[in-house]
């Protein structure tokens, strides 16, 4: 049986792991290169790195903390941040990236979504979104939360899928941060809408949540961060916490 | 020593990597002199089958390849193209495995592609020695090969059953890549290694 994925989030900027509380007062939290390893030591079935400044600054991801990476991890892992053209999609996965994830590139120019897809294969491109709640409306947002754009969610990410995004990974800016648990209500409409699979993100604080999203969304995977990187959730913990609810894990 | 079969499909920093964790030598294959040189064949490949077969044809290595007698295996897309025909690009393969490799039926109430870690259905087999029945490895695909019980050697569940990994003779394919599938992949990669 195809088992529910866990995802430790890296935010890198600089070189150096990062979790910001609703992406401020950013917090360093280690090596990417080593977390990662233990990460995989631990039983995490996916990583994602995220280079959150990158957008921001108009920095390409660094190339070499992805071979470093991918010669020291057996799991998969995906690249995002800062990817706005096929040439920097070709040079992460030359790297040894496993799938890149596009942001604001995409809603910029859906048309990279396609492009991607037709090149590297749908598998190979997730498409993340950022949503807030605006007066009862799911609004995309960019830059981390920073602006809102003209999209509502449901139908952007619709439009993603039939673009050729393999996966949604969808964050939810009212929850992350707060670790009060994930959105559920959208995850779960978003995952019945679309035939891709899609990553839970933003909110978790504790197994209950991830409990939660398994057991009353569709979603296939969950990601977090600061839950992980600082230890408050061991991963094998939380795993066979997930198998007692019948929930597929890999352990 | 292994032989990467080197057409231009897809990045293979990930699997030359697992390969030197695990102390296997490798080297690379753009001509059918260079296939002397090595014991074991590694076909990898991701991205779409049809466009990878034109990749392998425009290589001049296919017929080299169907006459080899040392072990290889096909990974991913790899594995597909030791199969006869696949729906993706409609494309004629190589037939080296007589099975068909076709795409995923959303009606089945799965989400496409199929990523992830799954199960597997381990059949008695050396590729797969000391590796548990049931040991979950990681897939990546929107397209698979039929189950057949004969060129079988171990299934998944994906709405259907069908070929995590099939051989016929010396050729051998696994649907999942070893090279992201933990501990177990390395083992399978360093089975490989040693068949005679």
């Known amino acids: 049986m195809l088992s529910k994925r866990i995802i430790p989030c890296l935010d890198v900027k600089d070189g150096r792991t990062v979790k910001g509380v609703n992406f401020v007062d950013l917090k360093d939290a280690g090596d990417p290169v080593e977390l990662a390893w233990q990460y995989a030591q631990q039983g995490a079935d996916e990583l994602v790195f995220l280079d959150i400044t990158a957008t921001y600054e108009r920095r390409k991801t660094m190339i070499e903390m992805v071979k470093s990476v991918a010669r020291q991890l057996n799991i998969p892992f995906t690249i995002g941040g800062g990817i706005t053209e096929i040439a920097d999609a070709e040079a992460l996965l030359n790297a040894g990236a496993d799938k890149i994830s596009i942001n604001s590139a995409a809603v910029k120019n859906p048309q990279l979504i396609a492009d991607l897809a037709e090149v590297f294969g749908r598998q190979f491109v997730v498409v993340a979104v950022d949503t807030k709640l605006v007066e009862g409306r799911n ?47 959208l995850l779960q409409t978003i995952s019945q809408m679309i035939n891709i699979p899609v990553i839970a993100s933003g909110g978790a604080g504790a197994i209950d949540h991830f409990t939660e999203v398994f ?15 600082f230890g408050e959730i061991p991963i094998p913990v939380l795993k066979n916490e997930l198998k007692k609810h019948n929930i597929p894990v890999r352990l | 020593m292994i032989g990467i079969v080197n057409y231009g499909a897809g990045n293979i920093f990930s699997l030359t990597s697992a390969l030197s964790r695990l102390g296997i030598t490798y080297g690379m294959i753009n001509s059918e002199e260079e296939f002397d040189q090595y014991s074991h064949i590694i076909i990898p490949g991701v991205g779409h089958a049809g466009a990878a077969m034109d990749k392998l044809n425009k290589s001049g290595l296919v017929d080299k390849i169907r ?11 790899g594995m597909q193209l030791l199969t006869d025909h696949s729906e993706e690009g409609d494309a004629t393969l190589t037939n080296i495995i007589p099975l068909q490799t076709k795409l995923f039926d959303k009606e089945l109430g799965i989400k496409i592609p199929h990523m992830g870690w799954n199960n597997v259905e381990i059949k008695n087999n050396l590729l797969f020695e000391g590796v548990e ?7 990546v695909h929107s397209y698979f090969i039929e189950y057949n019980p004969i060129f079988g050697i171990a299934t998944a569940d994906y709405g259907l059953k069908y070929s995590a990994a099939v051989q016929k003779e010396n050729f051998y394919g696994v649907q999942f890549h070893p090279e992201k599938s933990g501990a177990a992949g390395e083992r399978l990669l360093l089975n490989f290694s040693n068949l005679k």
Not at chain 2, 133 to 139: D, S
């Open chain 1, 215 to 229: 057991t009353t969304t569709g979603v296939d995977a969950a990601l977090a961060a600061s839950v992980f990187h």
């Open chain 1, 139 to 185: 609004m995309v947002h960019l830059n981390g939360g920073r602006l809102i754009t003209e999209l509502e969610t449901e139908k952007w990410i619709k439009q993603a899928e039939d673009l050729g995004a393999g996966e949604i990974l969808l964050t939810s800016m009212d929850h992350d941060g707060t670790k009060q648990g994930f959105d559920c209500n």
């Open chain 2, 133 to 139: 029945n049931q040991t979950q490895f990681y897939f």
């Open chain 2, 67 to 77: 006459s080899l007698t040392k072990p290889v295996l096909g990974i991913c897309v």
